[in-house]
């Protein structure tokens, strides 16, 4: 059975975009039920509609405060009878109301090594470090911004001429191929948890390995068609 994943997001939604591809194509094991957004006009949601994923837009400046507005999220993951939740850019903290109702469901993607650079200038911040390697990761969401268990990384070479847009593009290529692999994962129910360290099981048939080709590394390694 497939798994039923809800999406939250705020802005573009480009991962997002991802996922209703790889979901019509058949290589997810997931039941895309509900995107939310949170800023009106955000073009997740015209993705959302021309991909015929239902949507809904829940404006976060109408709500008197934080945990008021979580409930009415809640309320409609609930509805929608989410299994999963990811978040696509969607640039809210959520509350430990939210997170207790989804214990262990709930992930996100950052665009950096966690756990250096969090926050929302994660690239930004790497490039103006000096950083020789940036990056992506996939983690589990807890009340801490940034600071869940790691489920899968992927790096990238920072080059001396780099610009943020430049650093940034080539980041986004592997966001596209990292969080679909675990949702994927998570879809066939191969993430467990043992503290802080989120353990990859073997899938039920082999499965080949991806291999890197010397402009970036993710680790665990990806699956095909990954």
């Known amino acids: 059975m497939s798994l039923r994943v809800a999406i939250l997001a705020s802005g573009s939604g480009s991962n997002a975009q991802r996922l209703f591809d790889l979901s019509r194509a058949g290589v997810l094991a997931i039941d895309l039920v509900l995107l939310i957004c949170n800023r009106p006009g955000a073009r997740a949601l015209e993705r959302a509609e021309r991909a015929g994923v239902p949507s809904l837009m829940l404006d976060h400046t109408k709500e008197a405060d934080r945990e008021r507005y979580d409930r009415s999220l809640l309320a409609a993951l609930q509805e929608a009878r989410a299994e999963l939740i990811v978040m696509a850019g969607y640039m809210?903290?959520?509350?430990?109301?939210f997170l207790n109702s989804f214990p262990g469901q709930v992930?996100?993607?950052?665009?950096?090594?966690?756990?250096?650079?969090?926050?929302?200038?994660?690239?930004?911040?790497?490039?103006?470090?000096?950083?020789?390697?940036?990056?992506?990761?996939?983690?589990?969401?807890?009340e801490i911004m940034d600071h869940g268990?790691?489920?899968?990384?992927?790096?990238?070479?920072?080059?001396?001429?780099?610009?943020?847009?430049?650093?940034?593009?080539?980041?986004h290529t592997l966001e596209h191929r990292i969080y679909p692999q675990a949702v994927q994962w998570l879809a066939e129910k191969r993430v467990q948890l043992e503290g802080r360290r989120a353990r990859i099981l073997p899938a039920a048939t082999a499965r080949r390995a991806v291999t890197?080709?010397?402009?970036?590394?993710?680790?665990?390694?990806?699956?095909?068609p990954f």
Do not use: K
């Open 92 to 97: 809210r903290l959520v509350t430990p109301f």
């Open 212 to 224: 890197p080709d010397g402009t970036w590394f993710a680790w665990p390694p990806l699956e095909e």
């Open 149 to 171: 268990p790691v489920i899968i990384q992927a790096a990238v070479p920072v080059h001396p001429d780099d610009g943020l847009d430049a650093l940034q593009t080539r980041i």
């Open 107 to 142: 992930v996100n993607i950052h665009p950096a090594l966690l756990p250096s650079f969090p926050g929302v200038r994660g690239a930004a911040d790497a490039l103006e470090y000096g950083v020789r390697l940036a990056g992506c990761t996939v983690h589990f969401v807890d």
